[in-house]
């Protein structure tokens, strides 16, 4: 979808797994910006990312919100658990832009509610988990860092969880602290553990420090964790059990990647930081 020319002077953004939940209401939330991006929607198949941008289009088309801004949003098709696949995304990046201005490690997976209804061992579960919100996450930083040292003003933004703060933790009355009853083996219901899912999100919050170490004296660069809080999405394919945790609407958390994109949470690089109402993690500032 393109809305406009001069699509040389825009704000270049790559957001993975955006075609939906929080990564589609960032698109959607940057497409109300009166700043003109190129937004390169990615998706694991090309299919999901071009229907995302004609819902994107429709939605666009009849809200009144938006005037004037002069935005564009291109498929790209990336698989964090794929080197080739990262690889090849940034092939087409590169061949469309010189510099990538910002990029917003959104996709993620949990699979402890899901997993073992669907047959996974606890060593797959945590296997894919892992390689999905940490170590894909990592090759994909890492890959587009080139593009990213192109841009005058380059952010990267990782997507954690509330549920890493270690602090957090000790608050038994947060549903993933609740303790299964006395004995063994112990019985989980369906608001207990996701420690795979936790953990990850704790690593990712240490990709998160170690970019910031290895990117300090290049002063240009902006890092962040980002904690949207407990959000009805897709994640972990149970909306149902998001539901009696009171997960809020995705569009809160867009609306919140977008001001931090545009430098309103400029005076909190290398923290977790989170919208109102969400609980903060315990990064520290460099």
Same mark, same amino acid.
């Given at each position: 979808m393109s809305l406009g020319p001069n699509t040389e002077l825009k704000t270049?953004?790559?957001?993975?797994?955006? $075609? #939906?939940? !929080?990564?589609?209401?960032t698109c959607l939330a940057l497409l109300r910006s009166q700043i003109p991006y190129t937004i390169f929607?990615?998706? +694991?198949? +090309?299919?999901?990312?071009? $229907?995302?941008?004609?819902?994107?289009?429709?939605?666009?088309? %009849? &809200?009144?919100?938006? @005037?004037g801004s002069d935005s564009e949003v291109i498929p790209v098709v990336v698989d964090l658990e794929s080197d080739e696949s990262i690889s090849a995304c940034y092939e087409e990046v590169k061949s469309r #832009?010189?510099?990538? &201005?910002?990029?917003?490690n959104n996709a993620g997976a949990a699979f402890d509610g899901t997993g073992p209804k669907n047959g996974m061992s606890q060593r797959e579960i945590f296997?894919?988990?892992?390689?999905?919100?940490?170590?894909?996450?990592? %090759?994909? #930083?890492?890959?587009?860092?080139?593009?990213?040292?192109?841009?005058? $003003?380059? +952010?990267?933004?990782?997507l954690t969880s509330g549920s890493a703060s270690l602090t957090r933790t000790e608050d038994t009355s947060f549903s993933l602290n609740k303790s299964p009853g006395p004995g063994w083996p112990k019985e989980e219901d369906g608001e207990g553990g996701y420690l795979s899912y936790k953990s990850s999100k704790l690593a990712l919050n240490m990709i998160m420090r170690d970019w910031i170490r290895l990117l300090? $004296?290049? &002063?240009?660069?902006?890092?962040?964790?980002?904690?949207?809080?407990t959000v009805l999405t897709g994640l972990g394919g149970d909306k149902e059990q998001l539901k009696k945790w009171n997960a809020k609407s995705p569009d #809160? @958390?867009?609306?919140?990647?977008?001001?931090?994109?545009?430098?309103? +949470? &400029?005076?909190?690089?290398?923290?977790? !930081?989170?919208?109102?109402?969400?609980?903060?993690?315990?990064?520290?500032?460099?």
């Open positions: 270049k953004i790559l957001i993975t797994g955006a $075609n #939906t939940g !929080i990564g589609y209401e929607l990615g998706s +694991r198949s +090309r299919i999901n990312a071009e $229907n995302a941008i004609k819902k994107l289009h429709e939605q666009i088309n %009849v &809200d009144q919100s938006r @005037s #832009t010189d510099k990538l &201005d910002v990029l917003v296997n894919r988990t892992f390689n999905i919100n940490v170590t894909g996450t990592h %090759v994909m #930083t890492q890959t587009f860092i080139p593009l990213l040292f192109n841009s005058t $003003n380059p +952010r990267i933004l990782f300090r $004296n290049d &002063d240009k660069f902006k890092v962040w964790s980002i904690n949207p809080g #809160t @958390s867009g609306i919140f990647i977008r001001n931090v994109i545009e430098g309103k +949470r &400029d005076d909190q690089v290398g923290k977790s !930081i989170s919208p109102p109402g969400a609980p903060s993690g315990d990064i520290l500032p460099w």
